[in-house]
């Protein structure tokens, strides 16, 4: 059974920043892809970014290219959204999953329960 839990979200007012964070349990955190979605409320869920084990590659969605940044540290067993210059549209409740493989993109098999962010006007 593989767990996934994220934090760090919150309101910040646009143009801010934000940091969340991702862990995992169940098997050695070095061996997942990590990857952060998100679902604005009566949206569909949308990839974020996604990071895969091994530290690379990395890939963005495009309305998030150049603002967030996405990192690892196995060393901690935490993987970071780093979310810079925040938007109102960027406001979503953000998930992180899990995989063994980044090829899995976007079916990726373990969920997290999802942190909040809200981006003030």
Known sequence: QVHVIESGGGLVQAGGSLR?????SGRAF???ALGWFRQAPGEEREF??????????????DSVKGRFT????DDKN????????LKPEDTAAYYCAAESTIAKLPAFDY???????????
């Open 20 to 24: 969340l964070s991702c862990t995992t």
């Open 30 to 32: 070095s061996d997942y």
């Open 48 to 61: 974020v970014a996604a990071i895969n084990w091994g530290g690379g590659p990395t890939i963005y969605a």
């Open 70 to 73: 996405i990192s690892r540290d």
């Open 78 to 85: 935490t993987a970071y959204l780093q979310m810079d210059s």
């Open 111 to 121: 969920w997290g329960p999802g942190t909040r962010v809200t981006v003030s006007s």
